[in-house]
């Protein structure tokens, strides 16, 4: 009996001591982590969560699940009325004031931000990974900022940046059907620093001419589907 004591007496002090241990190992991983992207990587790396990559190989045919994809982001016929109405309509009504859209000069910071703010790692169609981008930004920002500039004041977009590889995700742990699937679309990383850039003035320029429905709560700072649903 005795033994025995000195035998629960050591075993919990082991495993308190185990538990301080990974305590302190975890913090010092996470605590130099920035990111969701990287937290989750790390989380993943030291075994707390399951990976979402699975090893079991898509046995159904690509076509199908092509076709699959293209109907499910079909319009919907209401969709397509509306879209039918408001091209017909658009000639009937002037501007909305005498100000108009004038995209404005994109400004460094403004690119670097764009850019910066992409946590991504998945390629495009123009095979430029985000952190490729990043690491040869200090070289490319001159170029990078006047090709930017003279897409907007031209109104040019390039063909390859209306393209995007398009992945398909199992909603299941076992997919038994193509409708099992929902597709992805991974874009080019430019034309992403791009988007974001002409939302911020796009969402600028409604905001200053109080151009917003005052129930809209999509596409605006301070809004939600929370405050949409008080209204």
């Known amino acids: 009996p005795e033994l025995y004591d000195v035998f629960k007496k050591l075993r ?5 001591l185990i538990r301080e241990a990974k305590k ?7 605590n130099c982590k920035r990111g969701i992207a990287s937290t989750w990587g790390e989380l993943k790396r030291l075994g707390l969560i399951g990976s979402s990559i699975r090893n079991n190989r898509c046995n159904f045919d690509l076509d199908v699940l092509n076709n699959a994809i293209i109907l499910s982001s079909s319009p919907h016929p209401v969709t ?3 879209c039918s109405v408001s091209s017909s309509l658009s000639g009937n009504y002037g501007r909305f004031d005498e100000t108009e859209l004038f995209f404005a000069d994109i400004p460094p910071k403004a ?3 764009a850019i910066l703010k992409d946590r991504s790692e998945a390629i495009g169609v123009d095979n430029i990974s985000t ?3 990043k690491l040869a930004l200090p070289s490319l920002l001159p170029y990078l900022l006047r090709l930017s500039n003279h897409m907007l ?3 040019l977009y390039p063909n390859l ?9 199992p909603k299941t742990k076992f997919p038994g059907s193509s409708t099992d699937f929902r597709p992805i679309s991974l874009l080019c990383t430019l034309s992403k ?3 974001r850039i002409v939302f911020d003035q796009i969402t600028d320029y409604l905001e200053t001419n109080n151009l917003f429905d005052d129930h809209q709560s999509a596409y605006r700072k301070g809004f939600s589907t929370q405050t949409a649903a008080l209204r």
Do not use: D, T
């Open 153 to 155: 004041q031209g109104s």
């Open 111 to 113: 690119l670097i931000n």
């Open 131 to 133: 952190k490729c981008l």
């Open 193 to 195: 620093a791009l988007e």
């Open 80 to 82: 397509q009325s509306m």
């Open 24 to 30: 302190e190992h975890y913090l010092a991983a996470f």
């Open 161 to 169: 940046w209306k393209s995007a590889l398009v992945k398909p995700l």
């Open 12 to 16: 919990n002090r082991v495993q308190s």
